[in-house]
């Protein structure tokens, strides 16, 4: 089968698409024919060695695709049941191999493209918005990048849920994105800290998300209330520096967090909970998942210079089904 490797860290340049054995599905495995597969920037810190991997290895997390055989005591998964996942390492191929416990059935209403892209960013969103921080009505929220993937899904989980969005983009048309999403204001990222000063009376707003890391982590500092949540979950600029810890008591006794998805879908139930919840917006039409590029496998390699380089909105997905 054809599959995206890498034998040696780097720059997009060091993405190959090449053929590889076909894998097998072994004990509470499921062996699925891969359908669309996420660009995700953890990709990218994977490809470049941030987070280290055994070389040579196929990228790619999340995907969504049809059951073609499942192993012993997977049973559950039948043959030609769409499904989706969040985490199976080798997404970017034509097939793969998923333990069962990470699989989840993509419902009627939902097609596998969107499902695919769902998964990561949606989740992440969902529990960004539900238990990082408990959005209810009235909450304000500084949403950094929020036309990419999972600010764009971000925006709109706060909105549904009763908050208010102040979300920075780096341009008009990624504005107009951020406010169809529900985005009530939008700025540069320069001017976010002294809007959210302003749109909250002088108070600060009661959370940040934010997903750039080092260049807007002052400010995010800066834009939030007395015991307000700091969460810093990426880092597209630059991981943030270690910091004097005094500045959170100088703040107003803010408090920081660094969440990771794992950490929220540690059960199979808490996983199928936050899936029941997205794909049921999803078919209801109440959540719009959108797909800012497509590409066959043979041009990976653009697509994680699309992404790194911020010319994309939303998300990116491989086909693995197409030339």
């Known amino acids: 089968m054809r599959a995206v490797q890498i034998d040696r860290t780097g720059g997009p340049e060091v993405l190959t698409v090449t053929d590889v054995p076909d894998p097998r599905p072994g004990p509470g495995q499921v062996l699925v024919e891969v359908e669309a597969a996420g660009v995700n920037y953890i990709d990218t810190y ?3 060695g941030v987070y280290p991997l ?3 290895a196929v990228l790619g997390s999340e995907g969504a695709g049809r059951v073609v055989e499942a192993g012993e005591g997977a049973a559950a998964f039948a043959p030609g049941q769409l499904v989706a996942w969040k985490e199976a390492p080798g997404s970017y191929a034509q097939r793969v191999v998923v333990d069962a416990a990470e699989l989840v059935p993509v419902p009627e209403g939902v097609d596998a493209r969107t499902a695919a892209a769902a998964m990561l960013q949606g989740l992440t ?8 921080y408990d959005v209810r009505h009235g909450t304000w929220a500084l949403v950094h990048a929020a036309a990419g993937g999972v600010g764009l899904l971000l925006t709109r989980i706060v909105t549904l849920r009763g908050g208010r969005v102040l979300a920075t983009t780096s341009t008009e048309e990624k504005a107009e994105l951020a406010r169809a999403a ?7 990222y320069d001017g976010a800290t002294a809007r959210a000063r302003e749109l909250t009376g002088g108070r600060g707003v009661d959370v940040v998300y934010d997903s750039v890391g080092k260049d807007t982590f002052d400010a995010s500092l800066e834009a939030l209330r007395p015991r307000g949540l ?17 500045r959170l008591n100088t703040g107003g006794s ?9 950490s929220y879908t540690r059960t199979r139930e808490e996983l199928l909970a936050r899936c029941e919840d997205l794909f049921g917006w999803i078919a209801a039409g109440r959540l719009d998942v959108r797909v800012g590029g497509t ?11 699309d992404l790194q380089g911020r010319r994309t909105t939303g998300k990116l997905l491989l ?5």
């Open 46 to 48: 994977r490809r470049s």
């Open 295 to 305: 590409y066959p496998l043979a041009d990976a390699r653009r697509a994680h210079e």
């Open 254 to 262: 803010l408090f920081v967090t660094r969440p990771t998805l794992a």
């Open 230 to 246: 700091m969460v810093l979950f990426g880092g597209s600029s630059g991981q943030v520096p270690p910091f004097d810890l005094q």
């Open 125 to 132: 969103a969902h529990y960004l918005a539900t238990s990082t």
């Open 319 to 323: 086909l693995p089904g197409e030339e």
């Open 182 to 188: 529900g985005a009530l204001e939008v700025v540069r």
């Open 54 to 56: 055994d070389l040579p």
